[in-house]
Nanobody, 121 residues
Framework: QVQLVESGGGLVQPGGSLRLSCAASGSIFAINAMGWYRQAPGKQRELVADISSGNNTNYHESVKGRFTISRDHAKNTVYLQMNSLKPDDTTGYYC???????????????WGQGTKVTVSL
């Protein structure tokens, strides 16, 4: 059993910053890619940023230069530093991780429960 627990969402004014965290726990042999997605009501979930096991990163065009993804391999944790936040960034953010449960076992994608980010005056 694997759990992803997110934290760090909240209310912030335009131009402000937030840092999201997502910690993976449970039966973990290896964590491959980790990432953050967001989904507004009535819209498809979209990739915000992801980071490979080798720390290669990928960002949605709309967050480049504002958001930074990083991970602490020892803590099985991924972070999303969000700066210069805009009202359009308001939505739920979801952590995702590709995790292998044991030697020679298949890898599966897991999701966190989501954390709400609201950017407003």
């Amino acid at each position: 059993q694997v759990q992803l627990v997110e934290s760090g969402g909240g209310l912030v004014q335009p131009g402000g910053s937030l840092r999201l965290s997502c910690a993976a726990s449970g039966s973990i042999f290896a964590i491959n890619a980790m990432g953050w997605y967001r989904q507004a009501p009535g819209k498809q979930r979209e990739l915000v940023a992801d980071i490979s096991s080798g720390n290669n990163t990928n960002y949605h065009e709309s967050v480049k230069g504002r958001f930074t993804i990083s991970r602490d391999h020892a803590k099985n944790t991924v972070y999303l530093q969000m700066n210069s936040l805009k009202p359009d960034d308001t939505t739920g953010y979801y952590c995702n991780a590709l995790i292998t449960g044991g030697w020679s076992k298949p890898s599966y994608y897991y999701w966190g429960q989501g954390t709400k980010v609201t950017v407003s005056l």
